[in-house]
């Protein structure tokens, strides 16, 4: 949440195994021989080892630095700047070359390109000291455009690694947890379970969260089946903390399953929570969003173009999806965390619809309102010192 975090392991457990700049840390390290001609992969090694961590590369603070002109050999604006960094140029420009080639197979398997029309927002607090967040405090939202260089090259590698690994434990025999998706067609949706079965949507022929162990349950799971395989080989499946078949590695995507999907429902809310609060602080009534589903009664969801928004217009009946509109915005609900429109403007009718890219959930799950339930019943025995629930 914003200016605050509740991390999934006890603090001192993030602090000895984060990678942590000016220190060699634990790590389950992927080793990758590359043809340095056609870039393809030869071979790969995993490792079990301490691992000295040089620098920690930001994107928040070297994104507007680490440009395609600037890696393909051409001027930064801040030439000062982009030399003091901790990485040498040549070899953030092979990474990235590296990066663009498992992209462009990736995308020949999955049989279109991926396009990432949309930001990532992130949320700040002006001048937040850390606590627990009030509610009142002043919004900042950012955006940081996927696909910039180094968002590439750190997405193409993790997705390398955790393609890799998946292979491998399913070669080994050792369970692990996979996800997948059978085809790009519309309703196909992202599974999760214990087959190593492809991944449409990214283009891979397995997929296992592996690489965010400290803060993905999936991930820290899989690495105890990936630290056995390190250790014990064609063996592991017997040394692995979840054998084959194991009911209780079932039971973990099951259990996963279901807080995960609350965890985005809260975080979803939450996010939106602090959009309107955005929106009152500046005083925006109007703001411009694209179509994106016909409702029951005319009514359609729309995506505000500038914020992490989804909300319900109306005034749009006959427009096609994708429809770039002009909105002026009615009352905020603070209760229900909703917030209507009416179409005042129509923008541009031929705006064809978005790829999401990989990896991307439904798109309507975060509109409001959110659910609310009371229970106004009198619990027998409650009093003012002792309430009901």
């Known amino acids: 949440m914003p200016g605050y975090k509740i991390t999934m392991l006890p603090d001192d457990v993030v602090e000895a195994y984060t990678l942590s700049e000016g220190r060699p840390v634990p790590a389950v390290s992927l080793y990758v021989t590359l043809d ?11 490792r079990l080892e301490r691992v000295p961590i040089v620098a920690n590369l ?63 927002y ?57 996800r997948s998706q059978a085809s790009l067609l519309p309703g196909v949706k992202v599974r999760m379970g214990a087959k190593a079965l492809p991944h449409a949507g990214i283009g891979v022929p397995s997929y296992a969260w592996s690489t965010s162990p400290l803060r993905r349950y999936v991930d820290l799971v899989n690495q105890w089946q990936l630290i056995a395989a390190a250790r014990h080989g064609q063996t592991a499946a017997l040394a692995a903390p979840f054998k084959p078949k194991d009911a209780q590695l079932f039971a973990v995507i099951s259990a996963f399953d279901a807080a995960y999907s609350a965890y985005n429902a809260h975080q979803a809310s939450m996010e939106r929570f602090w959009t309107l609060k955005y929106l009152r602080q500046h005083g925006i009534t109007e703001l411009t969003a694209s179509l994106i589903k016909e ?5 359609w969801l729309a995506r505000a173009d500038t914020l992490p928004l989804v909300f319900t217009v109306l005034g749009a009946q006959g427009l096609p999806r994708g429809t770039q509109v002009r909105v002026r915005l009615g009352q905020i609900d603070d209760i ?18 978005t790829d999401n890219g990989v990896e ?30």
Do not use: C
Request: aromatic fraction near 4%; proline fraction near 6%; charged fraction near 25%.
């Open 336 to 353: 229900a965390l909703d917030v209507g429109g009416t179409v005042i403007e129509v923008l541009d009718a031929d705006t064809p619809p």
């Open 360 to 389: 991307d959930e439904d798109e309507t799950s975060a509109a409001g309102p959110i659910a609310i339930a009371v229970d106004v019943s009198e619990a027998e025995g409650a009093s003012a010192d002792n309430p009901a629930p």
């Open 58 to 120: 930001r994107h928040d603070q070297i994104d507007h630095l680490i440009a395609d002109d600037w890696l393909a050999g051409g001027h930064v604006s801040n030439k000062i700047e982009a030399e003091a960094l901790p990485i040498k140029r040549e070899q953030l420009s092979f990474l990235y070359k590296l990066a663009q080639h498992l992209k462009h197979q990736r995308e020949l398997v999955r049989g279109k390109p991926e396009t990432f029309n949309r930001p990532d």
């Open 295 to 299: 409702q029951a009664g005319g009514a």
């Open 122 to 178: 992130s949320f700040k607090l002006a001048g937040h000291d850390g606590d627990v967040p009030t509610g009142d405090e002043q919004v900042l939202i950012t955006t940081r455009q996927r696909g910039a260089p180094l968002d590439v090259i750190v997405s193409e590698l993790m997705i390398l690694a955790n393609s890799t690994w998946g292979q491998w434990l399913a070669h080994l025999g050792v369970p692990a947890i996979y």
């Open 36 to 46: 340095e001609a056609t870039l393809e992969v030869q071979a790969t090694e995993t």
